[in-house]
């Protein structure tokens, strides 16, 4: 299945490829995959090598033995052309510390064009310091139009690109909500969209997910000791409760009533690391620039999809179940996991305000030379001054967005985008 990312790959192959290709991803994003394509459209050859498997190699990494891991890799390279060639070392992530080996390595055997895939979306400050080593790149759950692309519906991709000039019709606009109603339902991990587009059927959607969530729990269980990766399934377990609360910040002492912040926070972390979770952190103020105003501390917290978090809620997935009455599942929790998705892969860093009293914002990102907040109004808002408010706190605010069902259009400085075109913001 077609990725976008693989663009960003081919602009680093573009620049020469000197630098180490590092893809990060949780578990289930499709990073092997699409990494293996890129290699057979853009190389002559690859060498394809998975960390975990080898524990000779592995052996290698921990004991930051260069010479003794080119002896084993130079064997399997007999024979290919090391200019056309990628040498890609999966789930490297099972290694001590394979930034510092992979760069040592690399400055020894200039002539190897390296990839590395790990299965984790943890910072570490190594490869940070090295970016002219290091090009990192991070995948996540399938967009909407990745969805589209996979589902052949080019025609209603063309629709919605081109609905700033020309009205989606109809006919275009069914097609539209039938794709965003089935993309909710089995939501961005490639390979149950995969069992999806194979299959049609929903029960082998939802087992599928099923099967995802517990290799997740294994995983956790696998990775961190029993007292831990006990804290880390309470915390997993405690987001989508969370996420129905009016007040959506996560709390630590709904996870475990004699819950210490401490405890949870790096458990937390943990899950975050793993890529299963993710923080939206709350915007104190809308001062540019935003990232000054940010309180780290206070945070909602999401998990990797929205077609998982249905499971976890159990959730019906059928052939009947309508648009509408998805988008107002779990008081909305749902679509707006989903818009958390769309728009973190479409601006990168975004937040959530609140006022000292009940006003909410449920994302905030910063445009150009001003704050943009986000409302969502699939139904009618008790709080229908959340974005007024903002304003009013924050008088540089020139635009805000409102995401709905309705079509795109510009009006007293408010931009509504329908919920299937956030990708075509």
């Not at 077609?2 to 180490?20: L, T």
């Amino acid at each position: 299945m077609y990725r976008n990312v693989i663009n960003d790959f081919a602009a680093w192959y573009e620049r020469g490829h000197r630098q180490i290709l590092y893809v990060k991803g949780a578990y289930g994003v499709g990073k092997t995959w699409t990494v293996k394509d890129f290699a057979t459209a853009f190389f002559t050859d690859q060498l394809y090598i998975d960390i975990s498997d080898n524990k000779e190699l592995l052996e290698c990494i921990n004991s930051f033995d260069i010479d003794g891991f080119n002896s084993i890799i130079t064997p399997m390279l007999e024979n290919k052309d090391l200019s056309k060639t990628i040498i890609i070392f999966d789930e490297v992530q099972t290694s001590n510390d394979c930034g510092e080996f992979f760069y040592t390595f690399l400055k020894a055997h200039r002539s190897y064009t390296i990839c590395l895939i790990a299965s984790t979306m943890a910072i570490t400050e190594y490869e940070y310091h090295h970016k002219d080593v290091f090009n990192i790149i991070r995948m996540r759950p399938m967009t909407f139009e990745e969805f589209l692309i996979a589902n052949k519906s080019h025609p209603l991709i063309a629709a919605i690109t081109n609905s700033k000039d020309t009205p989606i019709n109809d006919v275009e606009l069914e097609g539209i909500n039938q794709m965003l109603r089935d993309f909710l339902l089995v939501g961005g991990m490639p390979g149950i969209v995969n069992e999806y587009i194979k299959t049609k059927d929903y029960s082998l959607v939802r087992d599928k997910q099923l099967e995802l969530i517990e290799m997740y729990e294994a995983i956790i269980r696998k990775s961190f000791s029993s007292a831990m990766s006990q804290r880390c399934r309470r915390v997993w377990k405690s987001i989508p409760k969370q996420l129905i609360k009016d007040n959506k910040k996560f709390m630590y002492n709904l996870v475990d009533e004699n819950a210490r912040s401490r405890e949870y926070q790096e458990a937390t972390q943990n899950l975050c690391s793993l890529g299963f979770a993710r923080k939206l952190p709350r915007l104190k103020e809308g001062t540019l620039p935003l990232e000054d105003h940010v309180d780290y501390k206070s945070f909602q917290l999401y998990i990797i999809d929205h077609g998982l978090l249905r499971a976890l809620y159990n959730l019906p997935i059928q052939e009947n179940i309508t648009l509408d009455e998805i988008l107002s599942e779990k008081d909305g929790a749902v679509i707006e996991q989903y818009i958390f998705q769309e728009l973190s892969n479409k601006l990168g860093n975004i937040y959530y305000w609140i006022s000292s009293a009940t006003a909410r914002v449920p994302f905030v990102y910063q445009g150009i030379d001003t704050p943009i907040p986000v409302d969502v109004r699939f139904k009618p808002n008790k709080k229908a001054q959340n974005i007024k408010t903002f304003c009013s706190k924050n008088p540089n605010t020139e635009l805000s967005v409102r995401i709905s069902q309705e079509p795109v259009s510009l009006e007293d400085n408010i931009l509504n985008i329908p919920a299937y075109g956030l990708w075509n913001m």
